[in-house]
């Protein structure tokens, strides 16, 4: 499978199929409370040399023959603090390497209060036609209470000028279950964004990922008896209600934690799901190339000094986690990443992908599972059934082989 | 080399409640002593000694002789016994004890008689030993000499106004301790030219000599080439090496004879051959009669241990083989639970002897374990005449079938100040105890005696009794023997399904309450699940207590980390693997420690 021929510098070797990309900017304004993501406050000069470099990471990954992109997400961090001319050099140098489709979704990460009519233009210049907002509540206490540095009013005015810079494709971020946040502030947030009739909203839990400012609070309180974050039947029912109100509204549940107005999926998300090949620049990001996972390395300094003084630029230096997947690593994925999806998997297309019958694999599992009422088997596919979302990772990793 | 009159040996034990100093004294006394007569290193033995060290042979340190130069000019051999402390070697014990003429019994000066004191007492005068008393840690400045001497007067009943007050510790008068051995304890007598007569009272297995006996000559001799045979099993060998015991070696002789102590190894591979209690003879000139005394020690606990990991059961066999070799009284047989795969049913002597083999599997062998609840042997007498000595709960026949069910009873005695008699007693009638009745020792001291059903003890009663006495209560037990009682079968049922490895045999007036605490604790051990999972405890098919695990309301990742599908990947890889540690009991899924949480059930 991996041709082992390299033209230019790609140390993976021939791209077989179209890819979608991802582009990480690690920068913030600010560190809010509960993010473990890789990103961090820089200053000018770090930005401007991990722009750089990241161009030269672009160029090197040159393949032999021309990779069709159907979807490009900048994500952080928050892409939308840096420089819009950075977004567009960026662009420009994708463009120079792979065969950018016309009908691309290609996406923008912006933080409410960090964009202006003129840096929305720049961005619909540079080809981006999908604008995902990080708003996360609409109550300004919660908003504080996670360490967010911009007010619901301060995003309504920033979505405006999406709207008006002709973004017609818009996500908005909530995240449920946050300290303080009650049934009806969390109906208030979504009532109010479904008024303003985006096209996609990601719905998130709250995860307190160890390390994180918030969760040392938290845990702290917790042992003092005190707990502000909602209990699990309350972070159901919140589920539940998010489910239930943006249905009412038109929106399709299409994922775990996913919603769209018809056609309006995040086809770079369901990418990951597939899961089809991806591959990804800047620090700290993962790709899927070849049936091979890895990572770039989180380290900046290392990242930028690399590529910068490297005179042949060997792009495995700065690779780490590289894991070859094995055919029953596929099978897992497929499974544990295809039943995020609120229609699961195929059961042919599993066959067309591994030439296996999924009984054979599965057979027992399956038969197990919709006796417990926790999958439900419909012809070709097979997927959660709504008490099996609520344990899905009880359900999915069994699914490990 | 010359024999040694049998006037200027002594054979002898230390006895003594844990603590007062038993090992302190053994140690003092081989340091007043010597290890060899003079003739004997003249005869350069030492040369054998430093063989035995280079092959790293070590014997039990108590177990030892030595020389003592007496006040009266004359050279005696001491042989010090070592006795097992703990009443689960009860047996044991007393063999130690039949291979003594006297017994040194040392009590604290400050504590006075304790429940082990009597017990080691009773037991040594069973044997007619002569027993001489010590008051140790006299230096203590809470010692009352005068009050334990009088303790021991009235309460044991022996002389003891001339006892030495000594402390074993700081070395204080340990020379009248050994001048009363010289002069207090009888000298053996056994007849030299008489058939051999030798009472085997322990044994080590050595991977290089084989079975080594310990033994006391009462009769005749033995040497390199007598032919031996063992009277109780039969085993007949050639007798290799004959000696004593120096202190931590073995040191080869010629001969032993009549009145002394000593070891034989005869390329005997198998412990089993060579019973404690057993009686050595020679095959070609055998005594009339073996020695009295002699009966086959059977264990009277009972659990299964199952290897955490069921890859490991080979390794379970082969270390349970292993610790056989120099523990004749572990007894197991494999067997399979549906809840834990397969394991072994293992027998012991009591639930110490059952902790330290546990504790020797974990530690020696690196094993983890899951252990059943302990259980003892009952009796169940079949309506067709039958009676079968239940060891595994699960092997209960149906109960139409049964006719009546006995379980062992013990006597207990159990000493404690007087302001927790009422709490102590309480505990007693609670684990049905039948009281006996109750002496005070001193004003504030008294034995309290209960008879006991065995299974009521060996759960958590000495927990129990440490924490309603602050710890100061000591307790005793033998085995009284078997009583018809109203026992049943407790299942316990999860998600309908029984758990073999969690049944148990209990009296039906406790069942209900017992069923109960472990539902209780069954539902704080076991993790919510997918679905509602019923606990419940059954007697046949008469459910007596239930509780119920709530299904497991949410387990779900809101986000997947971007592209990130590997730390995805690694998170479900590391919740499966927590699943593997379970015991799946049809869709349920155990952890081992639920299985382990059931044995305390903390009942204050």
């Given amino acids: 499978m991996m041709n082992k021929r390299t033209i230019g510098n790609s140390s993976m070797g021939v791209f077989k199929r179209q890819m979608g990309i991802y582009i990480h900017i690690p920068f913030c304004a600010k560190k809010c409370s509960y993010c473990d993501f890789l990103s961090a406050p820089a200053d000018d000069d770090t930005i401007k040399a991990y722009i750089e470099a990241m161009l030269l990471e672009i160029k090197a990954s040159r393949s032999e023959v021309v990779v069709p992109v159907p979807t490009i997400f900048f994500g952080g961090g928050t892409p939308s603090i840096i420089d819009p001319t950075y977004i567009e050099r960026i662009m420009e140098a994708i463009r120079e390497q792979y065969e950018v489709e016309s009908e691309a979704e290609i996406t923008i990460e912006c933080n409410p209060g960090t964009v202006s009519l003129k840096k929305l233009l720049a961005y619909k210049d540079a080809g981006i036609n999908r604008i995902s907002f990080g708003l996360q509540s609409t109550d300004n206490i919660e908003l504080k209470s996670i360490g967010r540095i911009h007010t619901y009013e301060q995003f309504q005015n920033s979505y405006e000028m999406a709207r008006r810079a002709g973004f017609d494709n818009i996500n908005i971020d909530l995240i449920a279950a946050l300290p303080n946040q009650t049934m009806a502030s969390w109906e208030n947030t979504l009532r109010k964004v479904i008024d303003l009739q985006p096209e996609h909203i990601s719905a998130y839990s709250l995860i307190l990922e160890e390390g994180t400012p918030l969760y040392t609070v938290i845990e702290m309180e917790r042992t003092n008896g005190i707990d502000r974050i909602p209990c699990e039947d309350n972070e159901r029912e919140m589920y539940y209600l998010t489910n239930e109100m943006l249905k009412k509204a038109g929106y399709i549940h299409y994922e775990i934690s996913n919603y769209s107005k018809p056609g309006y999926e995040c086809r770079h998300n369901l990418s990951y799901w597939a899961p089809d090949h991806y591959i990804s620049f800047g620090i700290g990001a993962a790709s899927y190339v070849n049936d091979i996972r890895y990572k770039n390395v989180e380290d900046i300094k290392e990242y930028i000094e690399y590529l910068t003084e490297a005179k042949i630029i060997d792009l495995s230096e700065i690779q780490v986690e590289v894991n070859q997947l094995t055919k029953e690593n596929k099978m897992e994925e497929f499974m544990f990443l295809g039943l995020r999806r609120i229609d699961g998997i195929s059961i042919k297309e599993f066959f067309k992908r591994f030439g296996v019958r999924y009984d054979s694999i599965y057979g027992t599992l399956t038969k197990k599972f919709v006796e417990q009422e926790l999958l439900i088997h419909t012809d070709d596919r097979i997927y959660l059934s709504p008490r099996g979302i609520d344990v899905s990772n009880s359900v999915m990793c069994e699914f490990l082989l | ?604």
């Fill in chain 2, 1 to 604: 080399m010359s024999q040694v009159n049998q006037k200027n040996i002594r054979n002898f034990c230390i006895i003594a409640h844990i603590d007062h100093g038993k090992s302190t004294l053994a140690d003092r006394i081989i340091e007043k002593t010597g290890l060899l007569t003079s003739r004997e290193m003249q005869a350069q033995v030492l040369d054998n000694m430093d063989l035995e060290r280079e092959r790293g042979i070590t014997i039990k340190a108590q177990c030892v002789r030595i020389i003592y130069k007496a006040q009266d000019g004359e050279e005696y051999i001491f042989n010090l016994i070592d006795t097992p402390g703990h009443v689960d070697f009860n047996y044991e014990v007393s063999r130690s004890l039949a291979a003594c003429d006297g017994a040194i019994l040392v009590v604290d000066a400050a504590q006075g008689v304790e429940a082990q004191t009597l017990a080691n007492v009773y037991l040594a005068l069973e044997h007619n030993l002569d027993i001489i008393p010590v008051i140790n840690k006299i230096d203590l400045p809470s010692a009352d000499p005068q009050r334990v001497i009088e303790e021991i007067e009235d309460v044991i009943g022996i002389e003891a106004q001339d006892a030495p007050l000594i402390s074993a510790k700081n070395g204080i008068n340990i020379d009248q301790v050994l001048e009363q051995i010289v002069k207090k304890i009888p000298a053996p007598e056994g007849d030299v030219d008489a058939p051999l007569q030798a009472l085997v009272f322990d044994s080590v297995y050595d991977s290089y000599k084989g079975v080594i006996i310990f033994c006391r000559i009462k009769h005749g001799s033995v040497r390199k080439g007598t032919k031996i045979k063992m009277m109780a099993t039969g085993a007949v060998e050639d007798v290799v090496e004959v000696g004593y015991f120096g202190p931590g070696q073995f040191i080869p002789c010629d001969v032993l004879e009549a009145g002394t102590v000593g070891y034989i190894t005869a390329s005997i591979k198998n412990l089993k051959e060579t019973a404690v209690g057993d009686t050595v003879t020679d095959f070609n000139n055998p005594c009339a009669e073996p020695l009295i005394g002699y009966k086959k020690v059977n264990p009277m606990v009972y659990c299964g241990l199952y290897p955490a990991d069921g890859a490991k059961y080979q390794d379970l066999r082969d270390a349970l083989e292993k610790l056989q070799l120099n523990d004749a009284s572990l007894q197991f047989e494999p067997e399979a639970s549906v809840a834990l795969g397969f394991g072994f049913r293992c027998g012991f002597l009591g639930l110490l002897h059952l902790e330290i083999i546990q504790e020797r599997l974990e530690r020696e062998y690196d094993l983890d374990l899951v252990t059943t609840a302990p259980g003892v042997i009952y009796k169940v007498h079949k309506t067709n005449g039958d009676i079968i000595e239940l060891t595994n709960p699960s092997n209960l026949p149906d109960p139409s079938e049964i006719d009546f069910m006995e379980e062992p009873i013990v006597k207990a005695e159990i000493i404690v100040t007087t302001e927790f008699v009422g709490p102590i007693m309480k505990l007693c009638q609670d684990r049905r105890g039948v009281y006996l009745g109750m002496e005070y020792m001193e004003a504030t001291r008294a034995v309290i005696r209960y008879e006991l059903p065995l299974n009521e003890i060996i759960y958590d009663f000495f927990d129990a009794l440490k924490s309603r006495s602050r710890g100061y209560a000591s307790f005793d037990y033998e085995l009284k023997g078997y009583e018809k009682s109203a026992l049943c079968k407790l299942d316990i049922l999860i998600n309908k399904e029984e758990v073999d490895a969690l049944s148990f045999i209990i009296h039906s007036a406790t069942a209900a309450e017992r069923g109960r605490r472990m539902c209780e604790k069954l539902k704080d051990e076991i993790p919510r699940q997918m679905f509602e999972i019923p606990i419940q405890a059954a007697i046949g098919s008469k459910v007596i207590a239930r509780e119920t695990i709530k299904a497991m309301r949410k387990d779900v990742l809101a986000k997947c980390y971007g592209g990130d599908i590997s730390r995805k990947h690694k998170l479900l890889e590391k919740q499966k693997e927590g699943k593997k540690r379970m015991r799946q009991v049809g869709n349920v899924e155990i952890p081992q420690k639920a299985f382990m949480s059931v044995l305390k059930l903390d009942d204050e």
